[in-house]
């Protein structure tokens, strides 16, 4: 039998429904906060992630997939999404636009890691970059974007974590810092903490197997570093921040393990029961030196990205259950051939007129289809009968009230909507029924 890859997941029945509500509570946010849609390609040069992501990073020294095309070039399966939207916004040239660009994007990425519990293979994020502005204000909208998403879904203990590495010179000056610190003790240190020592060696302080040290825990931290212009951007992100009503702590050793941030970065954690020892859902920060590494001009730019997966898996740690839709509007029931012949008509035309609609498929009784409505959740049944169809007349069966009415072929329609407008559903403020087009959230 051939199976699924390692780290990877099929996704559906209930659990599809989450995925899909969710993905519609994002879109619907991000309509709110005027955020374009972004798709990019799965998969782009290798460079692209070499350069942007940064070489030193466990992302692409460890994780990525790449492979050769049938052109010889070398690919890479995404591991992220700014590399990509940046990409994007040089090669189309949106910097010519109205700026800043605001766009968020929902797509699967892939990293070669070991999977566990909120760690995948493949995993889908949603993300937002906001290329051309340098104000902090937009810091702290870009923040504001999880948290609102997150207490909305109905997540209780959200914490906020910031931190700033400051501009070019001052992360120069705490690079310098960092090296002296850490020489004396590099025998202390694992392989990879040692290689990066000289590289990039804020990557040292975001080390999963060496975060338990005493060195980690008292080394110096990028706060005691920041030029003035750095402290005062700093102290104003916090005040936007604290204007939105938007609670959070300062973690000095919150430095991300991506090579482009720079100034603002953060962590967005849920505590949740038995979620493990990483509870962060989205993470991000300010990176305003990389659309000019990737080629394009002199642009300033903030974005977070939030996995899906791990955003269900808290709801689900929670207890939290979304108002996922579980029922259908009509189950249309028939006998014999002449009768499945009108449903299949039938079906066809209530389903363009915009009514969720099931029928049988497998010649089942009469019995069974009863049956095999209820467990669809089925509002509405409608009986085709021979003889009732020869006097113009179809059998609708209210499946909540159980109430039977012959009603006449051309009053149809409007049976069923007086029918389908009366149930409690179409009128709870949660409910994610066909009627609600506006989103709710």
């Not at 903490?193 to 197997?209: A, F, H």
Request: charged share 30%; net charge negative.
């Amino acid at each position: 039998m051939i199976t699924k890859p390692k780290g990877c997941y099929d996704i559906y029945g209930d659990e599809a429904k989450k995925w899909q509500y969710l993905n519609q509570v994002i879109d619907c946010i991000m309509e709110k906060y005027n955020y374009g849609f972004i798709r990019t390609p799965i998969f782009e040069s290798t460079e692209l992630f070499h350069r942007g992501v940064g070489e030193t990073t466990d992302m692409v020294s460890k994780e990525t997939y790449d492979f050769k095309d049938r052109g010889d070039r070398l690919m890479t399966l995404r591991p992220e999404g700014t590399a990509g939207v940046v990409r994007s916004y040089i090669e189309n040239k949106m910097y010519g636009d109205v700026q800043p660009i605001k766009l968020y994007y929902n797509g699967t990425m892939y990293r070669y890691e070991r999977p566990q519990s909120g760690r995948d293979r493949e995993l889908t994020q949603f993300g937002v970059e906001v290329l051309g502005s340098d104000d902090p204000i937009t810091d702290a909208e870009v923040i504001s974007i999880p948290v609102n998403i997150f207490k909305l879904l109905g997540l209780k203990e959200i914490k906020v974590n910031i931190n700033s590495l400051g501009d070019t010179e001052s992360r120069n000056n705490y690079r310098k810092v960092l090296i002296d610190y850490f020489k004396p003790h590099i025998d202390e240190l694992c392989e990879d903490c040692k290689n990066r020592l000289e590289k990039n060696p804020l990557r040292i302080l975001d080390c999963k197997v060496d975060k338990d040290l005493d060195i980690m825990k008292n080394a110096p931290i990028t706060l005691d570093y920041l030029n003035d212009a750095s402290k005062e951007r700093f102290e104003l992100v916090k005040e936007y921040l604290d204007a939105m009503e938007i609670e959070y702590e300062v973690v000095p050793n919150l430095v991300r393990g991506i090579d482009y941030y720079n100034h603002t970065v953060f962590e967005i954690e849920a505590k949740v029961e038995g979620f493990g020892s990483n509870n962060v859902l989205a993470a991000g920060g300010r990176y305003n030196g990389l659309v000019n590494l990737l080629g394009g001009p002199e642009t300033c730019g903030i974005g977070f990205a939030a996995g899906i997966g791990r955003i269900i898996l808290a709801l689900d740690k929670e207890g939290i259950e979304l108002p996922i839709n579980n029922s259908n509007d009509i189950f249309v029931m028939y006998v014999n051939e002449v009768e499945k012949k009108i449903a299949a008509g039938l079906v066809q035309e209530l389903r363009m007129n915009g009514l969720s609609v099931e029928t049988e498929y497998n010649g089942r009784s009469l019995k069974s289809q009863f049956k095999q409505a209820d467990r669809l959740n089925s509002k509405l049944l409608i009986i085709l009968n021979s003889e009732e169809l020869e006097q113009g007349q179809i059998k609708v069966k209210n499946n909540i009230t159980k109430v039977e009415k012959l009603v006449n072929v051309m009053d149809l329609m409007e049976h069923i909507d007086s029918e389908l407008s009366g149930d409690d559903c179409c009128h709870d403020e949660d409910c994610n029924c066909h009627h609600e087009h506006d989103c709710d959230c």
